[in-house]
């Protein structure tokens, strides 16, 4: 199972950034899907998550700038940012916890993480 991201760059402050990441390879059942981002120096943070029954929570810092949503049909999550500032300058890592077809268990995957530079 793999996670692929796409989508990130540098912009200015105020504009807007579309984030994709596709689950690809066999899996059994998949559950959450969300996004975390680190920025430099500092631990990762979750951003946003949405779950298998559709609830959306995001972060107090990205709280009504930034939607995230899911195609089930395609195992892709996205990540829409608008009004985007400085400080959301950052690699942005998709996660989904899934079931691999291989397996029993479900575990979170990680992609490999897509630079969102925004410059003021």
């Known amino acids: 199972v793999q996670l692929v991201e796409s989508g990130g760059g540098l912009v200015q402050a105020g504009e807007s950034l579309r984030l994709s990441c596709a689950a690809s390879g066999s899996i059994r059942s998949m559950n959450d899907m969300g996004w975390y981002r680190q920025a430099p120096g500092k631990e990762r943070e979750l951003v946003s998550i949405v779950r298998s029954s559709g609830s959306i929570d995001y972060s107090d810092s990205v709280k009504g700038r930034f939607t995230c949503s899911r195609d089930n049909a395609k195992n892709t999550v996205y990540l829409q940012m608008n009004s985007l500032k400085p400080e959301d300058t950052a690699v942005y890592y998709c996660?989904?916890?899934?079931?691999?077809?291989?397996?029993?268990?479900?575990?979170?995957?990680w992609g490999q993480g897509t630079q969102v530079t925004v410059s003021s």
């Open positions: 996660y989904a916890f899934l079931n691999p077809a291989a397996e029993w268990v479900f575990r979170k995957f």
